[in-house]
């Protein structure tokens, strides 16, 4: 997802009628980041859950040293 940052990656869920996202990165070293979970409750990623994901993405990214 490249509103997140470069190799991040969504993982869609659905069961029993909901509908779940996970971002995650699997690119630092040897390392996978799970950025964000979240139940999505419209057709549009609220912003809040991007910008979220977008400073753990960051943190992830310092934390592994790149």
């Known amino acids: 997802m490249k509103t997140i940052g470069s190799g991040t990656y ?3 869920i ?3 009628g909901n509908e779940y996202r996970i971002f995650y990165v ?3 070293g040897d390392s996978i980041y799970v950025l964000h ?3 999505k ?3 549009k990623t609220p ?3 991007l910008n979220i994901s977008r400073r753990r993405y960051k943190i992830a ?3 592994a040293g790149e």
Do not use: G, I
């Open 47 to 49: 912003e809040r859950h």
């Open 14 to 16: 659905k069961e029993y």
């Open 10 to 12: 969504e993982l869609r």
């Open 26 to 28: 699997a690119k630092f």
């Open 41 to 43: 409750t419209s057709r």
């Open 37 to 39: 979970a979240f139940k």
């Open 61 to 63: 990214k310092e934390h």
